[in-house]
């Protein structure tokens, strides 16, 4: 591991970046990863959304990802699901790589993830 590695290690930590398929989001969600952050990212592409978690695997990053619309209610319900077992309740970072008309529906996240998750504030 080298010197930059061991001094930004993200070992052990969990993240969720929403647009993780492409962008700032994608170049976010492989900035974690390498650091060594198991990330969780959604997508409304499905193709777009599996055809990454490949090509992640593949660098020996550990992603994990659904498909949702975060306009949609039951999508975010959904994903706050999926969050729950893939993290076992534990959330460190959270990304919002979404447009600005998306914010009302990551507010939306963040208030569910208070009820939800156990969230753990602490210096890194």
């Known amino acids: 591991m080298g010197c930059r ?3 930004w290690s993200l070992k052990g930590m969990t993240a969720l970046v929403t647009g993780g398929t492409r962008g700032i989001g994608f170049a976010i969600v492989e900035e ?9 990212t959604c997508s409304r592409n499905e193709k777009e959304l599996n055809e990454r978690i490949k090509e ?10 659904s498909v949702c619309d975060l306009s ?3 999508d975010r319900e959904k ?8 993290f076992d309740g534990k959330l460190n970072i959270l990304v ?11 507010n939306h996240i963040i208030s ?13």
């Open 5 to 7: 590695e061991q001094r």
């Open 32 to 40: 974690l990863a390498g650091f060594g952050a198991r990330v969780y």
């Open 56 to 65: 992640w695997e593949g660098k020996g990053f550990s992603v994990s990802g």
């Open 72 to 74: 949609s209610q039951d």
């Open 79 to 86: 994903l706050i699901g999926s969050l729950t077992s893939a």
């Open 96 to 106: 919002g790589s979404l447009p600005s008309s998306y914010s009302i529906f990551f």
């Open 112 to 124: 569910q993830f208070s009820v939800r998750f156990q969230i753990r504030a602490s210096p890194l």
